[in-house]
């Protein structure tokens, strides 16, 4: 039997647990805030931060946005997270990507403190991850795991097969799986009999960037199919690295796009947030 996961659900209902606690804490007056910084006029990037914040408005959460122009220099931008850094009343910091050219991402993104980096972009964080140990996590990674378990599908012992070696998902949820005690194995673009080795998963995650990438005949009988594409058609729809239609008539579970993987990552930033905040033990009052 087919099991569509419902990503929008989900995402909701941790949307819901985060405003729980946000309420309590507001109830000892603390509330939890995060800082956007968007650089230039990058239309997708508009539409992202704003809804980062409409989901920080809905579960009781401060938020700030910081519009920095174009052609800001990086001077400007590390002195701006600096200040944001030693700010006692914000919990977590995220500079949407992708930057303009002239910014190297890379010094950026490690300027942001480990204690506000709720993107799980700064390498501290990530060797906490890879050491099992992390407790900000990187958030499409976290909500693919948060899929799994509210689904009860079992990650331990399985074949786990990741399509995409990106630091801002496949690396990530790889050791992720392996945390947990998954076989996992790793493919990208120069892997040899891809076909093969898809076969063998019991869980698929896939993050290439490519629509219908995965096919039916790459599946297995009965498995998980975990869809992290975001790319549009050539009728300009919203569609995943899977063959949906075909794929789906063979698994037992798989996540749709859109309303699969794509909601799970905002809430996952909000419930970093929360993280961030009761781990500085710092609010604003
Ligand atoms: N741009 C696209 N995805 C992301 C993300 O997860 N975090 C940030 N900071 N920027 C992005």
Redesign the pocket.
């Known amino acids: 039997m087919l099991n569509i996961i419902d990503g929008k659900r989900i995402s909701q209902e941790i949307l819901m647990e985060v405003k729980t606690k946000v309420e309590e804490l507001k109830s000892e007056g603390k509330v939890p805030c995060l800082s956007v910084i968007l650089v230039g006029n990058n239309p997708a990037s508009k539409i992202?931060v704003n809804n980062k914040k409409k989901a920080c408005e809905k579960v009781g959460m401060k938020s700030e946005e910081y519009l920095l122009d174009e052609n800001v220099s990086q001077e400007e931008l590390i002195s701006l997270i600096e200040e944001l850094n030693n700010r006692e009343d914000v919990n977590g910091i995220?500079?949407?990507?992708p930057l303009p050219k002239h910014l190297n991402e890379k010094v950026v993104l490690e300027a942001i403190s480990y204690k506000k980096d709720v993107?799980c972009f700064n390498p501290y964080n990530v060797g906490k991850l890879m050491q099992g140990t992390g407790t900000l996590l990187p958030?499409?990674p976290a909500g693919i795991i948060e899929l799994l378990d509210r689904e009860k599908i079992e990650i331990e012992g399985k074949n786990c097969v990741v399509l995409g070696r990106s630091n801002?998902v496949g690396k990530p949820i790889s050791i992720m799986m392996l945390n947990r005690n998954a076989t996992v194995t790793i493919c990208h673009s120069r892997t040899k009999n891809l076909e093969d080795i898809c076969k063998k998963a019991d869980i698929l995650i896939v993050a290439v960037g490519k629509e219908k990438f995965v096919k039916d005949f790459m599946v297995k009988e009965g498995s998980t199919v975990i869809d992290v594409g975001i790319n549009r058609n050539s009728e300009g729809k919203v569609c995943g690295d899977v063959d949906y239609e075909n794929v789906s008539k063979k698994v037992s579970y798989i996540t749709p796009v859109p309303g699969g993987v794509g909601p799970m990552?905002i809430s996952m930033l909000i419930k970093n947030t929360l993280i961030a905040s009761t781990q500085q033990k710092i609010y604003i009052y």
Do not use: A
């Not at 995220?94 to 990507?97: R, Y």
């Open positions: 992202y995220l500079v949407q990507l993107d958030c499409t801002i990552t």
